[in-house]
């Protein structure tokens, strides 16, 4: 798999520099990379020679060819935005990029694990803690709500669901629970966080019993939400809303024992569509390996179910497939 190979490679340079040039390159990733880089540099017991020679020559070949280009960058990043986007919808994404200080607080929460921020802000007034999920990745977000209680889970995610922006003074109080986790300023405008596509993505990562019970309480509050938080998920049975080639692209990406667990729990129309898509002889082994298979939990099908539908949503962000149906645009 591409993704995994630039991993490997990464965590083979990492090594090759050292621990001091390692830390100080590891300072300025964020927490998923730096995650999966330290799971990759922990599986290389051992790298022969010539594999670390080879990666050394691609990285001086690389840096030889991205020569540097000195440029007034907040300037650059401030017209680039502003023409992009409009001065409306710039100038709070500039804030946010050129003044990285106001999100420090939530940068620490990003790095801990999701027991540990449940228990920090489980205890807040749930607007509150919508408010915070809001500014975490989904699936991190989704795993907080996990673990808490039923009642408390439902309420943040209803707030999350009618949260349509944060105001200046709702990121003060936020600012002042958390420790200066975002910015008071009065001057900020209003944060286009929270909605119904942040709903979404978070019950798309979130187990599917939590899921059902969280769209039946927003159902009795609001059958019109509740609709159309599911109109933005993207499950795994809307992969037969994809084109072949989107299809094709998406198996490159999967390693063979995760589509087995995957498909077990996917219906046959499904199935067709990814046979398929595939060579006669890897269909043919696939289906082999399907029916030798014996009972497999419902939870590692899920499980797998969701790290596929990771992939996808990475595609989709990257611009490689398009997701039809479920929050996808029409294609004319």
Do not use: C
């Not at 808490?148 to 669901?161: G, H, K, M, P, W």
């Not at 084109?243 to 490159?252: K, N, S, T, Y």
């Amino acid at each position: 798999m591409p993704a995994e190979v630039g991993v490997e490679k990464s965590a083979i340079l990492l090594i090759a520099l050292g621990e001091d040039h390692a830390a100080e390159v590891l300072k300025h990733l964020g927490p998923k990379d730096v995650q999966r880089l330290g799971h990759a540099m922990a599986g290389l017991t051992s790298v022969p020679r010539t594999r670390v020679d080879e990666v050394l020559a691609e990285f001086q070949q690389s840096a030889a060819e991205s020569a540097a280009v000195r440029v007034d960058t907040s300037s650059y990043v401030r017209s680039v935005l502003t023409k992009a986007l409009g001065d409306d919808k710039a100038s709070n994404l500039i804030s946010r990029i050129l003044q990285p200080g106001e999100t420090n607080g939530i940068e620490g929460l990003k790095w801990m694990d999701a027991a540990t921020v449940a228990d920090l802000i489980k205890n807040e007034h749930p607007q509150i803690i919508a408010t915070i999920l809001v500014h975490l990745a989904h699936d991190h977000a989704s795993e907080v709500l996990n673990q808490f209680t039923e009642r408390l889970r439902n309420d943040v995610i209803l707030r999350i669901a009618t949260l349509e922006g944060i105001l200046p003074e709702a990121l003060k109080e936020l600012n002042e629970v958390m420790l200066r986790l975002l910015s008071g300023s009065t001057s900020m405008k209003k944060s286009a966080m929270g909605g119904v596509r942040a709903v979404a993505e978070m019950l798309n990562s979130m187990g599917s019993a939590n899921e059902a019970a969280v769209l039946d309480s927003i159902r009795e509050y609001d059958p019109d939400l509740a609709q159309r938080i599911l109109d933005e998920m993207f499950v795994f049975e809307n992969l037969l809303e994809l084109e072949d080639r989107a299809i094709q692209l998406l198996l490159r990406e999967i390693q063979s024992e995760s589509l087995i667990l995957a498909m077990k729990g996917a219906s046959e129309p499904l199935r067709e569509k990814i046979f398929k898509n595939m060579s006669q002889r890897a269909a043919e082994m696939l289906r082999e390996d399907l029916d030798s298979r014996g009972p497999v939990r419902l939870s590692e099908v899920e499980a797998e179910q969701k790290e596929i539908l990771k992939i996808v949503r990475r595609l989709a962000d990257e611009g490689q497939i398009v997701l039809g149906g479920a929050g996808g645009e029409q294609m004319v």
